[in-house]
């Protein structure tokens, strides 16, 4: 590279803060992680309010928050996904349970209505206020209206709660309740598009009625929505970005797959080929095929199976840290390939294999084929703070997060108590526990000999955290801030604009808060 003399202050900025190209070629040889880096602030024109986070990952898949949520067993379900969708983002349910299961969790995500409540508690005709005042005693139930409906889920009428009353017991749930042609009711299929809004004004009109019944074509409850939860929601809108849809208007939701073998060891294109269709039935909007190695004959030919049986479906591939593997997943019609090997805040793969690339060198090199091959990037793993997300966005089109994620209330499994503090499981698909309960073959060994086999992953705990919409909040306000910094308005500017600098050690110490006594961590 040419030297050059700085004559001017555009030069020396350009001489000591590099564009990533010249960056990483002078690095070349060795591998950098996101505390190598710090990107440099430039003249910017943004406020970090005007940051506009819209990602194409594949065509038709459009993503509103640049965060993918980790196909893991203690990571992403149909809760997890239904806030990653509501917050712009998307979800990859994982595949360590049964195939049926799976289907259910998506089929949750796609007819997911926010604020409706689907499966109301109703009571039969045939009930006295006695037996609502001990259902209401024995669930702790902090609402006591309710819908009565027939046998056949038709619609008769509604208990209001002034009528639930010891007094009223030996009365018949009939005798009290509101009739049918009394009871306020719209149809499912006139919520339209916006089914909030539908709601919001429905209670408006109507003063004094608290609870909206949403019905079918046969009059049949199909689910209802209450003021309270139509006002916490309009309330907290303003607040969120704008969550991620498909052209139907339902929620996103990606399913992540493995590369199923047959006894002679080939891939088993009709068990795989079978559930993606099942998947796609349901509405899915993206499928991965998530494996720890994908440059890989079997990750390839499970992907050109699924692209040549389902043209249009977005397919995510990986994980891959290198340039050929990007063009290999590529040219077997994968539209985004997920970028990591041993980031993982749970990974022992470098450890116990040797093997694996420091994220951010990934990224790059990843990033130089994928622009190539026109297919979108995910970095996945080792993001640990918002800062991350912005480094990682200088190459990829969004993050995974696991461990930002686990300790979230949607995350699937049970809060546990030790010594006063709240934690829930979080655990690497590879260790042991995980590969037992199914996800052996992610990693290319027998289920039955997962004990035996090298485990690539630890099984953890992550302190109990906020719920899904404040973690991811306090992402995306890092991300502004960033883009902000860098006078970015849009993520391919953010991308053009990254300079980056090599930081030591001691540079890392001045980076986070240092020679003071913390009393309250920045996100408390
Ligand atoms: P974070 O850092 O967000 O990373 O916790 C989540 C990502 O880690 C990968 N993953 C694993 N990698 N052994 C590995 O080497 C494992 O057991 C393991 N489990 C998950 C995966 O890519 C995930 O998205």
Do not use: W
Not at 121 to 132: F, S
Request: hydrophobic share 40%; with cysteine.
């Amino acid at each position: 590279m040419e030297a050059l003399t700085p004559t001017s202050p555009a030069d020396l900025d350009r001489m000591f803060y590099r564009p990533s190209d010249e960056f990483f070629s002078s690095n070349a040889g060795q591998a950098l992680t996101y505390d190598d880096v710090s990107l440099a602030t430039l003249y910017s024109e943004i406020l970090p309010r005007d940051a506009d986070f819209e990602t194409e990952l594949a065509p038709g898949l459009l993503l509103r928050l640049p965060v993918v949520s980790a196909d893991m067993d203690t990571v992403t379900e149909s809760r997890m996904a239904i806030a990653l969708a509501l917050n712009g983002g998307l979800g990859l349910i994982h595949y360590n349970m049964p195939a049926r299961q799976q289907l259910s969790e998506v089929s949750r995500v796609k007819n997911h209505v926010h604020g409706l409540i689907r499966e109301p508690i109703k009571l039969a005709p045939e009930q006295r206020i006695g037996d609502v005042l001990a259902l209401i005693e024995e669930k702790k139930f902090s609402f006591s209206t309710f819908p009565v409906v027939d046998g056949e889920g038709v619609l008769l009428g509604l208990l209001p709660g002034h009528c639930v009353r010891p007094r009223f017991a030996p009365r018949g749930v009939t005798e009290a309740m509101i009739p049918r042609t009394a009871v306020l009711t719209i149809r499912e299929d006139e919520l339209g598009d916006d089914p909030i809004t539908r709601a919001d004004r429905f209670f408006t009109e109507n003063i004094g009625i608290h609870k909206l019944l949403v019905v079918d074509a046969s009059d049949r409850l199909r689910g209802l929505f209450t003021l309270s939860d139509i006002e916490r929601i309009t309330q907290e809108r303003s607040l969120r970005t704008k969550p991620a849809r498909d052209g139907k208007f339902r929620l996103v939701c990606g399913a992540a797959v493995g590369a199923p073998r047959d006894a002679s060891g080939e891939l088993d294109r009709a068990v795989l080929l079978d559930h993606v269709g099942a998947l796609v039935e349901r509405g899915l909007d993206a499928v991965a095929v998530s494996t720890a190695h994908g440059h890989t004959r079997g990750v390839g030919d499970a992907v050109r199976a699924i692209r040549s049986a389902f043209p249009t479906l977005p397919i995510i591939a990986g994980n891959v840290t290198s340039a050929s593997g990007v063009e290999f997943l590529a040219s077997c019609g994968a539209n985004t390939v997920k970028v990591g090997q041993g980031p993982g805040s749970i990974c022992t793969t470098r450890v116990v294999a040797g093997v694996g690339i420091p994220q951010l060198t990934a990224l790059y090199v990843c990033s130089k084929a994928a622009a190539g091959c026109g297919v979108a990037l995910l970095a996945d793993g080792g993001i640990t703070k918002s800062g991350d997300i912005v480094k990682a966005l200088a190459f990829a089109n969004a993050v995974v997060c696991g461990s930002l994620l686990a300790g979230c209330p949607e995350a699937p499994g049970q809060i546990m108590e030790i010594n006063g503090k709240f934690f829930k499981q979080y655990r690497g698909m590879g260790s042991h526990a995980a590969m037992k309960a199914g996800s052996a073959a992610r990693y290319g060994h027998a289920k039955d000999s997962a004990q035996k086999s090298a485990a690539e992953g630890v099984e953890a705990l992550k302190e109990v955290s906020a719920p899904a919409d404040i973690v991811l909040a306090q992402l995306a306000g890092g991300l502004q801030s960033g883009m902000g910094y860098l006078g970015a308005r849009t993520l391919p500017e953010l991308r053009n604009n990254a300079r980056f600098v090599r930081i030591t050690a001691a540079g890392m110490r001045e980076s986070v808060p240092h020679d003071i006594i913390e009393v309250k961590t920045g996100n408390s």
